[in-house]
């Protein structure tokens, strides 16, 4: 048997401080790491200004897309050692797409979303830049994204990359919980990856998996109000959101490819150019724009250099009107700035999050005789009526 290096089987491991050791056993799928548009996702944050509330939030989009790639590999394995038939072709398929998922999200992730390139959410910008890959490989990763669109016939494998029970939510649930040091957010994943099947062509949960679905959509709930939406985090978000929105107002000139999408227009920008951004241009120009003449900019990128954020106040009800104006009307004074900028320092808006959408959102358990039954509607369900619909909470943010 001819034993020569060109021809034995590719493998190698990544040491990830969640799972341990994540194995690369396919030679493409080492090539799609190895490109420039996926290893600039070293640089972009995978929790935007979470850092600045949880100090050890620092990891990055990168680590997230190999630990849904990890978590869809143990998933596949788990359905095919109960019989059903993935094939190898659909197998690197299925792991390609969660690899590259995240792939067109810009600096600061979410918190930048529709704001550097407005218009643009990272989920179409991740299919363009799939579909350039495709064409760098010649045309190898086209079945990742039927499967990254829905347009291939297994609905579960898309199902593993997009639903109610993806691998992408339960990587970022376990990483994120894991960074941040808050324990509420952790699930059994592991024990969820087991319970996985099919049925009828959706992807489904044996019986015995409830207890850890239930547990899994209360991390989720948890992790929205205790991480995602902290009061601080909120702040530090909202701020640089202001920054860019600000900049693009004042005209503001910053370094390198950044200044296009701050002062260019949107039709003229490439997929090329949109690559070569990531967090370190926006942190540049932040440090810049601090001694910028106009005083909400600098203000606000001062504010989030020397984490001096704007105090956030979560309330039930509707900010009301006569704060709003006290609070404007002060910054005014402070700053010797008119109503219109005070306004960019002292707004209002809202923050939502729900546990579980009962009209389109659906995690099915299959059942032991064969009937399937929603999480919602199982004996004695802890996802019931009463987590129906969004939690809404009013917020003020005000400058200190």
Known sequence: MDKS????????IINDPVYGFITIDDALINDIIAHPYYQRLRRISQMAMANLVYPGAVHSRLHHSLGAYHLMRCALQELI???????????????????????????????????????????????????????????????????????????????????????????????????????????????????????????????????????????????YWQVYLHKTV??????????????????????????????????????????????????????????????????????????????????????DPKLLDEKRTEVMRRLGIDAADAGWLVFTGEASSSTYNFENEHIHILFKDGSVKDISEVDNALINENLKGKVKKYYICSLR
């Open 234 to 319: 909120l702040s530090a978000e909202q701020m640089l959101q202001r920054i860019i929105r600000r900049a693009k107002f004042v005209h503001a000139e910053c370094p390198g490819v950044l200044n296009i999408f701050i002062n260019g227009k949107l039709e003229d920008i490439s997929v090329q150019q949109f690559c070569e951004i990531d967090d370190h241009d926006v942190l540049m120009a932040i440090k810049t724009w601090c001694s910028h003449p106009d005083k909400v900019l600098a203000t606000l990128c001062q504010g989030i250099i020397n984490r001096h954020l704007l105090k956030v106040k979560y309330s039930a009800e509707p900010v």
């Open 5 to 12: 290096p060109d021809r034995m089987p590719f493998h190698k």
């Open 81 to 223: 050692s109960k019989g059903f038939d993935i094939n190898a072709e659909e197998q690197q398929a299925a792991k390609i797409a969660i690899l590259l998922h995240d792939i067109g999200h810009g600096p600061f992730s979410h918190a930048l979303e529709n704001v550097l390139a407005e218009g643009r959410h990272h989920e179409q910008l991740s299919l363009l830049l799939i579909e350039d890959l495709n064409k760098y490989f010649g045309g190898k990763l086209q079945m990742a994204i039927d499967i990254f669109t829905d347009k291939y016939p297994k609905k579960y494998l898309h199902q593993l990359v997009s639903g109610q029970l993806d691998v992408d939510r339960m990587d970022y649930l376990t990483r994120d919980s894991f960074f941040t040091g808050v324990n509420e957010g952790s699930i059994a994943y592991d024990r969820i990856l087991k319970m996985l099947t099919v049925h009828d062509g959706e992807l489904m949960v044996e019986e015995k998996g409830i207890y850890s679905i239930e547990k899994f959509l209360v991390a989720r709930r948890l992790m």
